[in-house]
């Protein structure tokens, strides 16, 4: 017989084939106790996702993603099959761990006019953000950045803000890198 204790272990074993999903949401029912058989049941109900993998868990459907705006999709579904007898944690980054634990760093690449281009290049610095290029010449202007996924979290509807809903962004997985240590006089 398997204990929770060791589910829990095995799933974080899966966890770790998934390094190319790095953001992370759970969907659980309302309705039911029973949150792995809500999950089994709705990834059958749901189409398959580019940049999206599902995984039945204790705590519901985890939903792993390539990228935050990849989540939507399938949440819109779920809320669409289940109404208000569904809720959503927040989306979560995924850490890997080893021998140290390491964060997914993401490559932002935000399409925008250039009258924004100056709050748009101070925010993904203030996000922790090393500015590869920005193309001065292209319509729109193109921004493309590297930064950690946790400070990202929101980065889209951040940059709708900025840009007066004119800013297009796209985020993929660039690379893991170590958690740095928490500054001194910070909490973890």
């Known amino acids: 017989m398997i204990s929770?204790?060791?589910?829990?272990?095995?799933?974080?074993r899966e966890d770790a084939m998934y390094h190319d999903y790095p953001i992370e949401q759970v969907a659980r029912s309302t309705n039911t106790r029973f949150q792995m058989g809500f999950a089994r049941m709705t990834m059958h109900l749901l189409p398959e996702f580019d940049d999206i993998v599902l995984e039945p868990s204790l705590d519901g459907l985890k939903i792993l993603a390539a990228h935050e705006t990849a989540l939507s999709r399938p949440g819109e579904l779920i809320r669409r099959m289940y109404a208000d007898s569904v809720e959503f944690e927040e989306p979560q980054v995924r850490l890997l761990y080893g021998e140290s634990v390491q964060e997914p760093v993401m490559w932002v690449r935000a399409s925008i006019d250039r009258e924004h281009a100056e709050h748009v290049i101070q925010d993904l610095?203030?996000?922790?953000?090393?500015?590869?290029?920005?193309?001065?010449?292209?319509?729109?202007?193109?921004?493309?950045?590297?930064?950690?996924?946790?400070?990202?979290?929101?980065?889209?509807?951040?940059?709708?803000?900025?840009?007066?809903?004119?800013?297009e962004v796209r985020m993929w997985l660039s690379h893991y890198a170590p958690v740095p240590p928490p500054e001194p006089g910070k909490a973890a």
């Open 4 to 12: 929770r204790f060791d589910m829990t272990a095995d799933v974080r």
């Open 125 to 167: 610095i203030t996000r922790g953000g090393e500015i590869e290029q920005v193309d001065w010449m292209a319509l729109p202007l193109l921004v493309l950045a590297r930064a950690p996924l946790r400070e990202l979290l929101g980065y889209p509807r951040a940059l709708g803000a900025l840009t007066q809903g004119r800013g």
